[in-house]
């Protein structure tokens, strides 16, 4: 389960943005074609906030649709993980735009 690691790796990154200061919410970026399990960050974040800056932020997770462009029209349209190129020209190359990050977008730290 990668996500752990990958939630830690997020904690990590708050906790020295935040510099000693509590953080109350956390707000993460979770594309659609990431691979990444959002329910999966979620009950990771619990056990790894733990005893931190963090422990107690409420964690809030926006998924990103996956989008992509076909390399030989150029059209673009909606992908999901397990539809690459449904509904455009057979074989094309894919671009994909949006729908592999996993971003920490913001942090919401308590005021002093
Ligand atoms: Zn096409």
Redesign the pocket.
């Known amino acids: 389960m990668h996500e752990l690691a990958l939630t830690r790796k997020m904690v990590q990154t708050a906790v020295e943005t935040a510099r000693g200061r509590r953080v109350v919410q956390v707000d993460l970026q979770v594309g659609e074609l990431s691979g990444v399990s959002a329910e999966a960050v979620e009950f990771c974040f619990a056990a790894c906030t733990q005893g931190t800056e963090l422990d107690g932020a409420k964690l809030v997770i926006t998924r990103i649709a996956g989008e992509g462009r ?6 673009v349209f909606p992908v999901g993980p397990f539809n690459m190129v449904e509904g ?2 057979p074989g ?1 190359f894919v671009q994909i735009l949006r729908g592999e990050e996993l971003v920490l977008s913001s942090l919401v730290l308590e005021t002093p």
């Not at 076909?70 to 059209?75: D, F, R, S, V, Y």
């Open positions: 076909c390399g030989a029209c150029g059209k455009c020209c094309a």
